[in-house]
């Protein structure tokens, strides 16, 4: 009589290669599916939405998201294996419907969009609901790479304008600098300054959000408080990052002429919003740290 | 694994599926250039919706006809 072994399958006894291709495989093989759906939709943003400095900063979130997901790879592998069929076809339905609609009738929004729901379908389908929670962040992440529609972004920017260039004024004018304004036309000395879109646009606010997001999940506070507030704060944050800007390309051409204004510095600018942003969310969260702590 | 390759292997070709369908209805795609390609809009008869009765032809409970003639 032959003995049945009835006792579970021990898992140590697999070889670790044949371990690994188990769990690589249909990751691998999902990842082909994907790249060949989304490729063509990233080389046409590259080419073209993503190359302008309204959406500059789409494959900067871009590649963040991939890297953060990269970095959850050993918790989804972790996790335990109960795929969630019905949800994640379901799922699975509403993103390729959604990249279908928006990929052949151009609404970008639908068709990036979509990649969330699809990695998250599938995520549920091969692992589960416990692997794709590890994912929350990542996913929630690659909202900031969607662009907007140009309705709404036109709606937002416009009093954002507004609101930036009247700042400006007020804080130029208190230092004793010969300023005045005509709604988002500033006039400084002989010159004249038009704040544009991407100087105090909408955009620049989903950039700085994105920016202050991240830097909330590399320092990861245990404090649940902190992190809705300064979530919170990135706003005003990025608002004064926004006029810090204005002020400095404002006093640049004051000072060094238009040239300067309009040529490297005009660039540099751009990086001093985003260093003043970082700068003020670092010292935000400092003092931020300082409050709490006190009241524990 | 099986059944997770299973997973994966219908998971793969859904999506390139679902890609080449998109693409090939695009009317901007360069594959699409010579045949045309479908726009949703254009699909859509103009006077979607209207009706014709007694060789008026009526859309928005107004006969068009009627209101040129007018």
Redesign the interface.
């Known amino acids: 009589m032959t003995k049945i072994n009835s006792s579970p399958i021990d898992n140590s006894a697999i070889p670790f290669k044949s371990a690994t291709t188990?769990i690589i495989?249909?990751?691998a093989?999902?990842l082909?599916?994907?790249v060949?759906?989304?490729f063509?939709t990233f080389r046409d943003l590259l080419n073209g939405l993503w190359a302008g400095d309204q959406q500059g900063h789409g494959p900067i979130v871009l590649a963040v998201s991939i890297w953060l997901l990269w970095k959850k790879t050993p918790q989804v592998i972790d996790a335990s294996?109960r795929?969630a069929f019905a949800a994640g076809w379901g799922l699975?339905f509403l993103g390729?419907s959604l990249?279908?609609i928006g990929?052949?009738?151009?609404i970008l929004l639908f068709e990036v969009g979509s990649l969330i729901f699809?990695i998250a379908s599938?995520t549920l389908?091969?692992r589960g609901t416990e692997a794709l929670k590890h994912l929350w962040f990542p996913l929630v992440f690659m909202v900031f790479m969607i662009p907007l529609p140009g309705v709404f972004v036109d709606a937002m920017t416009q009093p954002m304008k507004t609101a930036v260039s009247y700042a400006v004024e007020s804080a130029l004018y208190a230092v004793g600098y010969p300023i005045s304004r005509s709604g988002v036309i500033l006039q400084i000395g002989q010159y004249q300054l038009l704040v544009a879109d991407a100087c105090a646009g909408l955009n620049t606010l989903f950039t700085l959000e994105a920016l202050g997001l991240l830097y909330l999940n590399l320092v990861k506070h245990e404090s649940v408080a902190r992190n809705i507030i300064l979530a919170i704060c990135i706003v005003p944050i990025s608002f004064a990052a926004n006029i810090i800007r204005v002020i400095a390309l404002t006093l640049i051409t004051y000072h060094l002429g238009d040239e300067a204004g309009q040529g490297f510095l005009h660039g540099f600018a751009g990086m001093v919003l985003f260093m003043a942003a970082l700068l003020l969310i670092i010292l935000f969260d400092g003092f931020l740290r300082i409050i709490l702590a006190r009241k524990s | 694994m099986t059944r997770e390759l299973t997973s994966a292997v219908t998971l793969c070709a859904i999506m390139l599926l679902s890609g080449f369908s998109a693409n090939q209805i695009k009317p901007t795609n360069f594959m699409a250039d010579t045949r045309g390609g479908i726009k949703i809009s254009s699909i859509i008869p103009e006077n979607f919706g209207a009706w014709k009765k007694n060789g008026l032809i009526y859309w928005g409970g107004q006969s068009t006809t009627a209101a040129i003639a007018r």
Do not use: A, E, F, N
Request: net charge positive; hydrophobic share 50%.
């Open positions: 188990k495989t249909p990751w093989v999902t082909i599916g994907l060949g759906m989304y063509p294996l795929p699975l390729l990249y279908i990929r052949s009738q151009d699809v599938i389908i091969l």
